[in-house]
């Protein structure tokens, strides 16, 4: 399901960076806590569709990021830059498949590369940063690969809900220091633990309000997409 980096990835990240340098004028801080070898997890908040584009197509390493299956197909430009991102389709809906994932990274990391996740599972409906679900402390629990919590902001400017077409505007991306956790990534209390404490290190960064409440949840209350 996941495959090792391939010559259209780099080829597409060395057309794609300059271009996302030219149009988001990013502000990046804790790049160094980016390992230059080695596994890591990335969590990261979730803003906008092109989330897991644009932090690849800026980090020096391969990410690779999962994303719903209506990301690739819902909106053929989102589908776009989703498949030349390295992004790889999910159905949010599926237990089976959130597993089947979840184990396919699991094997990404052992084998030593970086793996991208929004811990929210969707993006968030008015900017607020919302509770995370447990499968970001399931990986970091089964594997021992440090977390790195990521902060974007700006980024629901570049491609607002809605919008059809990416549009210019200024994004940060703050990555803090790497996080490692202990306990057993069978136990619920322990991954629910681990999962909080990230998306209390991601809120520090990002400074937004945190809603203890699943986003997703707050969408179907409000017939939000």
Request: with cysteine.
């Amino acid at each position: 399901m996941i495959q090792e980096s391939s010559l259209l990835y780099d080829v597409v990240k060395f057309a794609a960076a300059p271009l996302t340098h030219a149009m988001c004028r990013p502000h990046i801080s804790g790049a160094v806590h980016v390992p230059r070898s080695g596994p890591a997890i990335l969590a990261v908040n979730h803003l906008s569709v092109l989330d897991s584009f644009l932090l690849p197509a800026l980090l020096p390493r391969h990410v690779t990021f999962t994303a719903k299956n209506e990301y690739f197909d819902g909106n053929p430009v989102s589908g776009f830059f989703m498949r030349l991102g390295g992004s790889l389709p999910i159905d949010r809906e599926s237990a089976h498949a959130a597993q089947t994932m979840l184990d396919a990274a699991a094997e990404l990391l052992e084998r030593g590369e970086l793996f991208g996740i929004h811990p929210e599972g969707t993006r968030s409906p008015d900017g607020r940063l919302y509770r995370g679900k447990i499968g970001v402390a399931w990986l970091a629990l089964k594997t021992g690969a440090p977390v790195l919590p990521v902060a974007l902001s700006g980024t629901d400017k570049v491609m607002p809900l809605g919008a059809k077409v990416p549009r210019p505007a200024r994004i940060g991306i703050a990555i803090g220091e790497p996080l490692r956790f202990t306990g057993d990534h069978t136990r619920a209390q322990d991954r629910r633990r681990v999962t909080d404490e990230i998306m209390a290190a991601i809120q520090k960064l990002s400074g937004q309000e945190y809603v203890p409440a699943y986003a997703s949840s707050v969408k179907a209350a409000g017939g939000v997409s």
